[in-house]
T-cell receptor
Framework: GESVGLHLPTLSVQEGDNSIINCAYSNSASDYFIWYKQESGKGPQFIIDIRSNMDKRQGQRVTVLLNKTVKHLSLQIAATQPGDSAVYFCAENMSYGGSQGNLIFGKGTKLSVKP | DAGVTQSPTHLIKTRGQQVTLRCSPKSGHDTVSWYQQALGQGPQFIFQYYEEEERQRGNFPDRFSGHQFPNYSSELNVNALLLGDSALYLC???WGRGEAQHFGDGTRLSIL
C-alpha cells in the first residue's frame, strides 16, 4: 500500500541552530500534506500544512517545502528551542469526494535539542 | 475555546471484553476521525464520521465500530478485545472540506 516515510528516525541539534526534518511520500495522488508535532503523552499537534499547488509555505519559525518531482517534503525549524524537542510526523492525504479523507502517517522523527 | 477532548484518558481491559471511547470535537468542527497509534509508530486511520455517517474506513476489522451524535461528538467501540488492540486511540476533528485535522490527547488502552 501507499505510505509516507522519513529519511531520519532521530535528529539531534544544538539550541539556536536550524533543524530540517525530511519526509518522502510515495503516492503521487496525494494533494495535501501536514506536519504534526507529538510530545510525550500528548496527541499530535498541528504545525503547518501545504497543498500540492504550492511548493513552499511559511509559518512562525517553521517552513514547509514540497518537491513533487521527487515526492519529498521537509520541515525547517528556525532557531530551534528546547521546547521543540518532540517526535515530528509528516502525513499525506488524498481528497475524497472533494473533502479531506484519511491521513497517512509515517513513523516519525525524534528531534532532540541540546541546550 | 476547548480543543478536542477524549475520555477516558486511560483504560485497562481484558481479552474478549468490549470498550467504548468518547470524543468531543473542537468547537465549530463537524467531522471526527479516529486513529490507532501503536507504541513507536505513526497513527493509523480507523474511520471518519460526518453527518452521523461513516464516510471513510481504514483497514480495520468489523470489531471496530463507531457512532457520531447530532452534536458532532463521537464514540469508538471495540468488541472482542485482543492483546494487539493495546494502543493509544486518537480522535481528530475538522470542519468542512479540506481543513486540517486537530487531535485530542488520546485514550491509552491496555489489554491484559
Amino acid at each position: 500500500g501507499e505510505s509516507v516515510g522519513l529519511h531520519l528516525p532521530t535528529l539531534s541539534v544544538q539550541e539556536g541552530d536550524n533543524s530540517i526534518i525530511n519526509c518522502a511520500y510515495s503516492n503521487s495522488a496525494s494533494d495535501y500534506f501536514i506536519w504534526y508535532k507529538q510530545e510525550s503523552g500528548k496527541g499530535p499537534q498541528f504545525i503547518i500544512d501545504i497543498r500540492s499547488n504550492m511548493d513552499k509555505r511559511q509559518g512562525q519559525r517553521v517552513t514547509v517545502l514540497l518537491n513533487k518531482t521527487v515526492k519529498h517534503l521537509s520541515l525547517q525549524i528556525a532557531a530551534t528551542q528546547p521546547g521543540d524537542s518532540a517526535v515530528y510526523f509528516c502525513a499525506e492525504n488524498m481528497s475524497y469526494g472533494g473533502s479531506q479523507g484519511n491521513l497517512i502517517f509515517g513513523k516519525g522523527t525524534k528531534l532532540s535539542v541540546k541546550p | 475555546d476547548a480543543g478536542v477532548t477524549q475520555s477516558p484518558t486511560h483504560l485497562i481491559k481484558t481479552r474478549g471484553q468490549q470498550v467504548t471511547l468518547r470524543c468531543s470535537p473542537k468547537s465549530g468542527h463537524d467531522t471526527v476521525s479516529w486513529y490507532q497509534q501503536a507504541l513507536g509508530q505513526g497513527p493509523q486511520f480507523i474511520f471518519q464520521y460526518y453527518e452521523e455517517e461513516e464516510r471513510q474506513r481504514g483497514n480495520f476489522p468489523d470489531r471496530f465500530s463507531g457512532h457520531q451524535f447530532p452534536n458532532y461528538s463521537s464514540e469508538l467501540n471495540v468488541n472482542a478485545l485482543l492483546l494487539g488492540d493495546s494502543a493509544l486511540y486518537l480522535c481528530a476533528s475538522s470542519w468542512g472540506r479540506g481543513e486540517a485535522q486537530h487531535f485530542g490527547d488520546g485514550t491509552r488502552l491496555s489489554i491484559l
